[in-house]
């Protein structure tokens, strides 16, 4: 059996990445890094990891494009299922999110919203998917 164990988000700056995560979505910090270099996050059954910059050129040493909160968005994107799509919305708004979609209710009735994280990574919140009625 495979499980995702884990998901790592290579930021220039760890501690704002865990005061949005906690501030917007509740999540606790599972572990922490003496260096300061890379932590991690509880959501569940899988980790969300944040790397440092720096760390990751040794991980990855043939080069990355670099998420920033000022550069185009990745090819990638966190999805987070949520009880209120709006408030959360606003809540990541509030703690230094930028604006990709506003909530809508899609025409397949599925309501979601996405931002660009302070670190410049895409954040899907939605609706469980279990919870939508098709129309």
């Known amino acids: 059996m495979m499980k995702l164990g884990?998901?790592?988000?290579?930021?220039d700056d760890i501690p704002t990445a865990i005061e949005f995560y906690e501030k917007v979505l509740g999540l606790t910090v599972r572990?922490?890094?003496?260096?300061?270099?890379?932590?991690e996050m509880e959501t569940g059954d899988t980790v969300l990891a944040f790397s440092h910059h720096e760390l990751a050129t040794q991980l990855v040493p043939q080069g990355y494009q670099r998420a920033h909160p000022d550069n185009e968005a990745l090819g990638?994107?966190?999805?987070?299922?949520?009880?209120?799509?709006?408030?959360?919305?606003?809540?990541?708004?509030?703690h230094g999110a930028s604006t990709i979609a506003p909530p809508e209710v899609k025409p397949w009735n599925f309501e979601s919203a996405m931002i660009k994280d302070p670190t410049g990574h895409l954040v899907e919140f939605c609706k469980p998917v279990h919870a939508v009625n098709p129309s």
Request: aromatic fraction near 18%.
């Open 6 to 11: 884990y998901v790592t988000l290579y930021v």
């Open 76 to 94: 990638m994107q966190l999805g987070f299922e949520v009880e209120n799509v709006t408030e959360m919305y606003r809540k990541a708004l509030k």
């Open 31 to 39: 572990f922490t890094h003496e260096s300061g270099m890379y932590a």
